[in-house]
């Protein structure tokens, strides 16, 4: 039997497994369902912090490794616990988020918690990108700050999200790592963590190496996951970033990109 060209198949969420309602289609499932079969590994690596995904991974019969907020976190789904974290200092964001209001006026932050029941919290003014996501509306800003975070995500009212993800790392520096990882999703994060940090870090728990990982994106976020890979394959809705460091284009989430690859893949 011919070994398997790609042992570990790594997708992001919104916008490349998910649809536009939340959903992955029954092509998809099928889909990772034979690479499972043929022996391949699908690890979910996803911005949502942990909590976020847990109904979502039960849906998948995932009960292994997830890796969770942008990389911040190393999430195994069937004893429900962090097995790695790292999270950001709260002194810094701060420190980081004054410094990018200093260059391009007030902006709006919510906040992922650290842990297995963190909460997302959304300061006045701030719109949740994904409505369906719970969050609990704070009154103040420095409400943020009570307990550790994994994460800050950022809303400019005029800046695009490539307006305001460039304006932060021309000022954030070393105090944290900036991503864009979806529409109205600019997001701090502690410094050096990517979702290739933690994809490697999964890989390593798995027994699986870099020269046999396929992973699938839609965002700039996703830039670090496929440098790490062995392939990198970009949504038809993908940004235009994360196209251009591509080794394959697939059809949009909504046309099953995925699984058109898989498909070819494992026959």
Known sequence: MAALAYTLI?????GTL???DDTVSERSLAALARAAAAGARHLVVTGRPAPRVRELLGFLGTTGLAVCGQGAQLYDAGGDRLLWSVTLDRELAETALGKIEAEVGE????????GTEGLTLIEPGYRMPHPALPAVRVERRDELWHAPIS??????PVLSDDELAAAARGVVGSLATVTMSGPGTVELQPCGITKATGLALAAEHLGLGRERAIAFGDMPNDIPMFQWAARGVAMANAHPELKAVADEVTTSNEDDGIAVVLERLFV
Not at 107 to 114: E, L
Not at 151 to 156: A, D, I, M, N
């Open 10 to 14: 790594a997708t992001d969420l919104d």
């Open 18 to 20: 998910l649809r536009g």
């Open 107 to 114: 902006v709006y932050a919510a906040v992922d918690q650290d």
């Open 151 to 156: 994460k800050v995500l950022l809303r400019h």
